[in-house]
């Protein structure tokens, strides 16, 4: 068992596994990289994008009934037989500690009528998620010629499902009861797979895995003072050195990045015509204040902000609706996004200025456009 995580390298560290990365994890800017595009199976990585599916669309008070097909899948740690009843929370949080391939499968199958019908929800979401060199065949990376991904996918699907709250207290667990609803009084004491976690070093989760065909893979995450970074690892040599390669790169990235605060999102407000609506305005905001993640020898007055907003939205409008992004830049190359949310509703109706608008915009728009 790897169970170290103090040096500090000044050095790259000397990664193992085939293809890695490493990254700030609010910008997604890298620290380092090894043969990030190359193709490799993700194994129970996959789960993250599995659970985050759930979370995203389930009901977690729902029952699921373990289906003899997910009872028969290889690998259940939780012991799942078929005809058992259990909530969705608990499934997930299950899954997610204990890598449970017939967890996932019973996830999929509560999620979709079937399992190709579910991978088909991965691939779009994946895709969603700009992970295009991505594809899945099942819900828990069970080896397929056709279920792959890259260390740079993998750590777009582990930066954005680390932004539900829900997700990263999941994975953040070290070790929790399962309890069934069916058979009564059931349960199993679940410990995470990802060793990394009680080593008091500021580690937040990931995702472990491990086939034969994958070799060791880690998605790992640890956040000391202000900064947060996400290591990826995949087909290290063994189960133990995906552990040590992750902490090399975390050792190796905290001492090159710091944040600095930028404007603050009350700062930041712009205003966009509607049409069709009871006013004709509408104002924005970001959804957070503004970090700027500043590496070795960077200086943040290289940072710059861009609206990417329209000029005009259609009624009706949500309160906290996205409307648009705040694009963060540095030397005038895109290194983050932040949500522009509108700051009130606006209902579909008549207003004389909404009328002015709307003409405008027919007869001039184009030619400002």
């Known amino acids: 068992m790897w169970n170290s995580l ?7 560290p000397e990664v193992t596994a085939q293809a890695a990365i490493l990254v700030e994890a609010s910008t997604g800017r890298i620290l380092y990289e090894k043969n990030a595009d190359m193709q490799e199976y993700p ?10 599916l759930a979370l995203e669309n389930g009901n977690l008070d729902s029952t699921v009934v373990i289906s003899p097909t997910a ?7 939780l012991g799942l037989k078929a005809g058992d009843a259990i909530r969705l929370s608990e499934l997930l949080t299950g899954m997610m500690l ?6 996932a499968v019973a996830v999929a199958e509560h999620l979709a009528p079937s399992i190709p019908a579910f991978a088909d929800q991965m691939n779009a979401k994946a895709q969603e998620i700009g992970a295009r060199q991505t594809h899945f065949m099942n819900p828990n990376g069970l080896p397929d010629a056709d279920h792959y991904s890259t260390a740079r996918d993998m750590m777009r699907i582990a930066r954005y499902a680390m932004r539900n709250p829900l997700f990263r207290r999941i994975v953040g667990t070290e070790s929790q009861r399962i309890q069934w609803q069916s058979p009564a009084g059931k349960y199993f004491d679940a ?11 500021g580690i937040i989760g990931i995702k472990t895995g491990w086939t034969r065909a994958a070799g060791g893979c880690l998605a790992a995450a640890a956040q000391r003072g202000n900064v947060t970074l996400i290591a990826i690892v995949m087909d290290a040599a063994d189960a133990d050195v995906r552990f040590s390669d992750a902490a090399a790169l975390l ?7 710091r944040m600095t605060a930028g404007p603050v999102k009350e700062k930041l407000g712009r205003s966009l015509w509607v049409h069709d609506g009871t006013t004709y305005k509408v104002s924005a905001h970001p959804a957070e204040d503004v970090q700027y993640a500043i590496f070795d020898g960077e200086d943040a007055k290289h940072y710059s902000l861009r609206y990417d907003v329209p000029r005009f939205m259609n009624a009706p409008i949500q309160g906290g609706q996205k409307v648009g992004d705040l694009v963060v830049l540095y030397d005038g190359k895109e290194v983050n996004r932040i949500d522009m949310l509108a700051d009130s509703a606006i209902g579909r109706g ?13 007869i001039l728009g184009p030619f400002f456009g």
């Open 191 to 201: 410990v995470n797979t990802n060793e990394l976690l009680d080593n008091g070093t």
């Open 71 to 77: 009872a028969a899948t290889e690998d259940s740690e």
């Open 43 to 52: 194994a129970s990585m996959t789960k993250m994008l599995t659970c985050l």
């Open 350 to 362: 008549f207003s004389l200025m909404s009328f002015m608008v709307g003409l405008y915009d027919r």
């Open 251 to 257: 050792n190796y990235g905290f001492p090159r990045v």
């Open 6 to 12: 103090t040096l500090v390298s000044a050095a790259a």
């Open 98 to 103: 204990e890598s449970d391939n017939a967890a």
